[in-house]
């Protein structure tokens, strides 16, 4: 929309000079083309990037990350962004690439579907139009480094200008590919085939999920620690500092071909997370949980026997007797009141679990009316309670030594790093006001000039434009 609305002022301005000149120009300089404006974009996504680990990193006691600092001078860093809900990967990827609600994209992981009386999980379902579809369909190219979410939605494995290739390991050897593609070089497809990008993408996103194996600490892939996990809370902590830091050179490579190949100043950057990371350890309080809403019901008048409230997990279906579910990927419950209730009903209940916030295991309640405000699916729960970390509402006996988990509304999962920089955007500016993860689509595509994919729900973050 700039482009046409200078396209106009400088045709008005030629026009002028003309008439000035009584018309006699030599060459009909107002017949002209203007050069089209190139514009990139890179689009990164660090999964699991915590907003505290940049903190952390920067505050004299690590390396600190010179490649994020030098895309945040010459951009806006983000100190109060926050993810969505569920802040699960598959989910929150479908809201960073379409810039929608999870109710629009419809990915929600796993739920209780009441027709059917099933639990049930999503996987990459996705009801929004993509970034990459959007731009394609405007005829930008498109490049994705494993961001899957693109995959088949707007990019593939065969299209040499919307290509999708899936190099796996860690962000060091997603680098390496996306380099080859700016570079021009060959890149693996899929088993052997190679393909060569045709030209420089438009708009590449480069997907890494380095700090999530490190930050749940169970077995870390990609080669990080050989494998083996943290034994405290302060080592897995230190262990996600120093990743990003790790992360942060490559990401100065790949900052140093865009300027080899003479793109870096018409780049635009945005480096953004899914969702953070939260810790938890220690046995679960799944069964104080289950009590209270048990003896709600009793307090209601209802019969209660031992399946009355019931943990199910995907697939599972509720017994007769059943009259609350609780569906949980390990840290907040998803509570669905499986009978014909009433407001009333309804209200005690969360009133009960709200007055059991003093009891230090819980977290957060969330209405179902506050979790419809947050972009929420309705099938989410009629009711949310997260854990207060370092609890936790796995459905297991285990006691659990310094892991990470993300589903939940903590603030360590909620609140995200997220730095938009270069071509279009203010220059070391900093943004405190709060923006949401949908609100990236949105605010790129209004940077790049092209129409926003249809389904966006998120607004145009204008204090971040230059
Ligand atoms: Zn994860």
Not at 142 to 165: C, K, N, W
Not at 317 to 324: A, D, H, L, M
Not at 434 to 446: A, C, G, L, Q, R
Request: proline letters at 5%; hydrophobic letters at 35%.
């Amino acid at each position: 929309m700039r482009r046409k609305f200078s396209y106009i002022l400088v045709s008005c301005f030629l026009l002028f000079v003309i008439l000035l000149s009584g018309g006699c120009a030599s060459t009909p300089v107002d017949e002209q083309p203007l050069p089209e404006e190139d514009r990139y974009l890179v689009y990164i996504i660090w999964d699991a990037f915590r907003y505290d680990y940049y903190e952390w990193a920067n505050d004299g006691q690590y390396d600190g990350t010179p490649a994020l600092n030098e895309l945040i001078e010459n951009g806006v860093l983000f100190t109060d962004a926050s993810t969505g809900i569920p802040s699960i990967t598959n989910p929150m990827q479908a809201v960073l690439v379409t810039g929608a609600y999870p109710r629009t994209t419809e990915n929600i992981y796993r739920y209780f579907d009441k027709d059917e009386q099933k639990v049930k999980q999503t996987a990459r379902e996705n009801s929004a139009e993509t970034l990459a579809e959007a731009a394609a369909s405007q005829g930008l190219k498109v490049a994705s480094v494993q961001q899957f979410m693109v995959l088949d939605r707007g990019t593939s494995y065969e299209d040499p200008s919307h290509l999708y290739i899936q190099p796996g390991g860690d962000f060091k050897n997603r680098v390496d590919e996306a380099i080859k593609i700016l570079k021009g070089e060959p890149v693996v497809t899929q088993g052997t085939t190679e393909i060569v990008f045709d030209g420089i993408p438009d708009i590449m996103f480069i997907y890494a999920d380095d700090l999530d194996t490190v930050g749940h600490n169970e077995k870390p892939s990609y080669g990080y620690y050989d494998g083996t996990a943290a034994s405290t809370e302060e080592e897995r902590i230190e262990r996600c500092i120093e990743t990003v830091i790790q992360m942060d050179n490559e990401l100065a490579r790949l900052i140093e071909t865009l300027r080899e190949i003479g793109i870096y100043d018409k780049t635009s950057f945005v480096l953004a997370a899914d969702h953070g990371m939260t810790p938890y350890s220690g046995t679960s309080s799944l069964n104080d949980l289950m009590d209270v809403l048990k003896s709600c019901l009793s307090a209601l008048g209802y019969d209660v026997d031992e399946k009355s409230v019931e943990f199910l997990n995907t697939g599972n279906t509720p017994s007769e007797t059943n009259r609350i579910v609780i569906v949980s990927v390990g840290l907040q419950a998803q509570i669905y009141l499986n009978w014909e209730f009433t407001e009333n009903e309804y209200n005690f209940i969360v009133t009960a679990l709200k007055s059991e916030l003093h009891s230090d295991y819980i977290g957060g309640v969330l209405t179902f009316d506050e979790l419809q405000e947050r972009g929420a699916h309705p099938d989410t729960g009629d009711i949310l309670v997260w854990p207060n970390p370092p609890h936790h509402f796995k459905n297991s006996t285990s006691n659990y030594k310094a892991r990470g988990g993300h589903d939940t509304i903590d603030e360590s999962s909620q609140h995200v790093f997220l730095l938009m920089s270069g071509a279009g955007f203010k220059k070391g500016t900093q943004i405190n006001t709060k923006v949401y993860n949908w609100d990236i689509v949105p605010t790129v595509s209004h940077v790049i000039q092209i129409d926003p994919p249809e389904n966006v729900d998120g607004r145009i973050i204008t204090e971040a434009v230059q």
